[in-house]
């Protein structure tokens, strides 16, 4: 295996990009314990985000950034499959509070690629088999373009076969205990996913007539969060990321959000609970683990290009999450709700297109769309689309759904095509007479014989009062 001590400081970045599909379950938030503490908490995070927060954002910056002589990379092995050449590349991406983190990275490079030099890199948890590499190679013909696929992160199990979100809670509670900065999961999780952009463009660059030097990342759950991190860790190197299923940027926001929405936290993150670390970001270095996990504490450092994916019926997050953090996030800015998904993004078409269209876009082969909307509160709620000149517009469509309360977890959205009005397209919403009713907009764009849905923010209306 070929060490390569690189810091990642001083390396010579030459481009940017990175994503797609993998779709895990899995977040950061906590349970609510009772009133009061879920109170206290939630001061403690806002105080924590509102002081200084850059400053505490600084230790993942400073854990990638720091040289380790363990990197080293070596080819695995290398075979002809349908459509391309698959190569499996073995990267040791660290030691991390010793343990050597390794990872299966298989790189598909589809025959005809003129221009191999952009790469999309998929962010995953496991390695992938016989379907997965179907789809890795499909997805590589269609965008005629390089996708490597990182697994094993985070490399698991550790600490008394700990996994997911039970070993990102195990590593907070350790940082709270220590007060090492190293201990948090993600920082080696984004380390990992940037050795492996070093290891590629490395092996690339001996094997291949042209190397990869570009990026778009993309990664499912606590790989969103890691694509998160990956974009503001290396933002030079990336024209792209699509962090998918993970809607939870502003954390202190994000948890009264969840209080008022489900009426506690959601259910799906139990191993925060269990561990204690409720009443222990109560602490002063509780507080400021709450800015260090939380990418929003970077926001400003994600320039470039960003499509999130979130599922319409995910039951992790409110549904209307992304309004909290979108105002604040650099342009150019994108996101789709896939309606009636949860989690999981059953509808892999969909995601696939806008994944598809979206790399295109990153890389100069289609324009970038300029879509924008307005809702207006009058006698009705109305949403107002202008989807650009820049591409052909297929139709836009309305996704509505009711709830009893702000939970829209389990609800059906229903579709119909909104009005088209001049440049424009109207969708309406009557304010309901019980519950809730929400609105949002997709816009379908016809990217290079392929549909290329994109959507509106999502808006939530209760009774006229």
Same mark, same amino acid.
């Given at each position: 295996?070929?060490? @390569?001590?690189?810091?990642?400081?001083? *390396?010579?970045?030459?481009? *940017?990009?990175?994503?797609?599909?993998?779709?895990?379950?899995?977040?950061?938030?906590?349970?609510?314990?009772?009133?009061?503490?879920?109170?206290?908490? @939630?001061?403690?995070?806002? /105080?924590?985000?509102?002081?200084?927060?850059?400053?505490?954002?600084?230790?993942?910056?400073?854990?990638?950034?720091?040289?380790?002589?363990?990197?080293?990379?070596?080819?695995?092995?290398?075979?002809?499959?349908?459509? +391309?050449?698959?190569?499996?590349?073995?990267?040791?991406?660290?030691?991390?509070?010793?343990?050597?983190?390794?990872?299966?990275?298989?790189?598909?490079?589809?025959? +005809?690629?003129?221009?191999?030099?952009?790469?999309?890199?998929?962010?995953?948890?496991?390695?992938? +088999?016989?379907? #997965?590499?179907?789809?890795?190679?499909?997805?590589?013909?269609?965008?005629?373009?390089?996708?490597? =696929?990182?697994?094993?992160?985070?490399?698991?199990?550790?600490?008394?076969?700990?996994?997911?979100?039970?070993?990102?809670?195990?590593?907070?509670?350790?940082?709270?205990?220590?007060?090492?900065?190293?201990?948090?999961?993600?920082?080696?999780?984004?380390?990992?996913?940037?050795?492996?952009?070093?290891? $590629?463009?490395?092996?690339?660059?001996?094997?291949?007539?042209?190397?990869? #030097?570009?990026?778009?990342?993309?990664?499912?759950?606590?790989?969103?969060?890691?694509?998160?991190?990956?974009? =503001?860790?290396?933002?030079?190197?990336?024209?792209?990321?699509?962090?998918?299923?993970?809607?939870?940027?502003?954390?202190?926001?994000?948890?009264?959000?969840? $209080?008022?929405?489900? +009426?506690?936290?959601?259910?799906?993150?139990?191993?925060?609970?269990?561990?204690?670390?409720?009443?222990?970001?109560?602490?002063?270095?509780?507080?400021?683990?709450?800015?260090?996990?939380?990418?929003?504490?970077?926001?400003?450092?994600?320039?470039?290009?960003?499509?999130?994916?979130?599922?319409?019926?995910?039951?992790?997050?409110?549904?209307?999450?992304?309004?909290?953090?979108?105002?604040?996030?650099?342009?150019?800015?994108?996101?789709?709700?896939?309606?009636?998904?949860? *989690?999981? /993004?059953?509808?892999?078409?969909?995601?696939?297109?806008?994944? @598809?269209?979206?790399?295109?876009?990153?890389?100069?082969?289609?324009?970038?769309?300029?879509?924008?909307?307005?809702?207006?509160?009058?006698?009705?709620?109305?949403?107002? $689309?202008?989807?650009?000149?820049? /591409?052909?517009?297929?139709?836009?469509?309305?996704?509505?759904? *009711?709830?009893?309360?702000?939970?829209?977890?389990?609800?059906?959205?229903?579709?119909?095509?909104? /009005?088209?009005?001049?440049?424009?397209?109207?969708?309406?919403?009557?304010?309901?007479?019980?519950?809730?009713?929400?609105?949002?907009?997709?816009?379908?764009?016809?990217?290079?014989?392929?549909?290329?849905?994109?959507?509106?923010?999502?808006?939530?209306?209760?009774?006229?009062?």
């Amino acid at each position: 295996m070929r060490a @390569v001590g690189i810091d990642v400081a001083s *390396h010579s970045t030459r481009g *940017h990009f990175g994503g797609m599909i993998g779709t895990i379950s899995e977040s950061l938030p906590l349970r609510q314990n009772g009133e009061t503490s879920m109170i206290r908490l @939630v001061a403690m995070m806002g /105080l924590a985000l509102a002081m200084g927060s850059h400053a505490w954002a600084q230790p993942v910056l400073d854990y990638v950034n720091a040289p380790d002589d363990s990197f080293a990379w070596e080819v695995a092995k290398q075979e002809p499959m349908a459509g +391309g050449m698959l190569t499996e590349l073995k990267v040791t991406s660290q030691v991390w509070q010793g343990i050597t983190w390794t990872h299966r990275v298989n790189v598909f490079l589809p025959d +005809g690629c003129s221009d191999p030099s952009t790469a999309l890199m998929m962010i995953t948890g496991g390695s992938p +088999g016989g379907s #997965e590499l179907v789809l890795l190679s499909s997805a590589g013909i269609m965008l005629s373009a390089p996708v490597v =696929v990182l697994g094993d992160i985070p490399n698991q199990p550790l600490f008394d076969n700990l996994r997911e979100d039970a070993l990102i809670a195990y590593t907070f509670m350790k940082y709270v205990e220590t007060g090492d900065e190293t201990w948090p999961l993600l920082f080696p999780m984004t380390r990992a996913a940037v050795r492996t952009m070093d290891a $590629v463009e490395a092996w690339t660059a001996e094997a291949w007539e042209r190397p990869v #030097e570009r990026w778009v990342a993309t990664g499912a759950s606590k790989r969103g969060w890691t694509t998160w991190f990956t974009g =503001v860790t290396v933002p030079e190197r990336l024209d792209g990321i699509v962090p998918m299923v993970y809607d939870n940027l502003d954390l202190a926001a994000q948890m009264r959000l969840q $209080v008022e929405s489900f +009426g506690g936290y959601s259910e799906e993150i139990n191993d925060y609970t269990e561990l204690g670390l409720q009443e222990m970001l109560q602490s002063p270095e509780g507080a400021q683990l709450a800015a260090m996990a939380d990418p929003h504490s970077l926001r400003d450092r994600a320039t470039m290009p960003k499509l999130i994916i979130n599922g319409s019926n995910d039951p992790y997050w409110p549904l209307d999450a992304t309004n909290l953090y979108w105002d604040e996030l650099p342009s150019p800015k994108y996101v789709l709700y896939v309606p009636n998904a949860g *989690h999981g /993004l059953p509808d892999i078409e969909r995601v696939i297109n806008a994944e @598809v269209g979206f790399f295109k876009a990153c890389t100069g082969r289609i324009p970038l769309p300029q879509p924008s909307w307005e809702f207006d509160y009058g006698s009705y709620l109305k949403l107002v $689309v202008d989807p650009g000149e820049e /591409l052909p517009v297929i139709r836009v469509n309305q996704w509505m759904a *009711h709830a009893d309360t702000r939970d829209f977890r389990g609800s059906e959205w229903r579709m119909r095509e909104a /009005l088209q009005s001049g440049d424009s397209y109207v969708a309406r919403a009557r304010y309901p007479l019980t519950g809730y009713t929400a609105l949002f907009a997709e816009i379908i764009y016809e990217a290079d014989g392929r549909e290329f849905p994109l959507s509106t923010n999502v808006r939530i209306i209760g009774p006229r009062g």
